[in-house]
């Protein structure tokens, strides 16, 4: 069965510096989409980044970047140069190709953005 | 183009009512996901519907239901409603066109507290 593990409950980071959220997972399918997505406090799920099992380069969107290690099972989100907005709960979550529309989410790192 | 939209954003029963929420999708999306957010069980898949059609479930009881209309809006009904089914919930649409790659994107949410 697929499983997703963040084991940050809590990151404190000072303004402007760059910061890395971890993400393992576990799945037997060979083919599988991994994201991450942003919630504020608002409640909104917001999509960030995605990166594919087969995909060779790691995904990256302006300031959001993803370490993908295949071989580790790791899919860490890597956001640079933080900023005050940034602060809220990011979620990893994985879909298997025969798993339909589900997504599989860690627990969560919620992160604090430091003025 | 408009985004995925949730109604009504709040709501609060009480036990052994039944409620019921709608989701509209991002136009031209005809996958709608219903996901169940606690702060004991996290993030977890109740079910998806596809052109009308129910495809995957996810492991919750009966009295979880959904439908889809012929224009892709969902609605998902709670009858009997206990305590534990306080929650956020979430709705999210995507084309269901490319796999595991797809992108899911979700609504802000209907927060539903039951006394």
């Known amino acids: 069965a697929q499983k997703i593990t963040q084991t940050q409950p809590g990151m404190f980071v000072q303004e402007k510096e760059a910061v890395t959220l971890d993400c393992t997972y576990d799945?037997?399918?060979?083919?599988?989409?991994l994201f991450w997505y942003k919630q504020p406090s608002s409640g909104e799920m917001i999509f960030l980044i995605y990166?594919?099992?087969?995909?060779?380069q790691n995904a990256t969107e302006g300031r959001y970047s993803l370490n993908f290690q295949k071989a580790r099972k790791s899919a860490n989100l890597v956001i640079s140069a933080s900023q005050l907005g940034d602060s809220a709960m990011y979620f990893c979550?994985?879909?298997?190709?025969?798993?339909?529309?589900?997504?599989?989410f860690g627990q969560g790192t919620r992160l604090t953005i430091n003025p | 183009k408009a985004g995925v939209t949730q109604t009504p954003r709040y709501l609060i029963k009480t036990r052994g009512q039944q409620v019921t929420l709608s989701c509209s999708p991002i136009s031209g999306h005809r996958s709608v996901s219903w996901y169940q957010q606690t702060p004991g069980q996290g993030l977890q898949f109740l079910f998806e519907y596809f052109s009308e059609t129910q495809r995957n479930k996810g492991n919750f009881p009966g009295r979880f239901s959904g439908r889809q209309f012929s224009n892709s809006r969902s609605e998902m009904n709670v009858s009997t409603l206990e305590l534990g089914d306080s929650a956020l919930y979430l709705c999210a649409s995507s084309s269901r066109t490319s796999g595991a790659q797809e992108t899911q994107y979700f609504g802000p949410g209907t927060r539903l507290l039951v006394l």
């Open positions: 990166q594919g099992s087969y995909d060779q």
């Open positions: 979550a994985m879909r298997e190709i025969q798993g339909a529309q589900k997504l599989v």
């Open positions: 799945t037997s399918d060979p083919s599988y989409g």
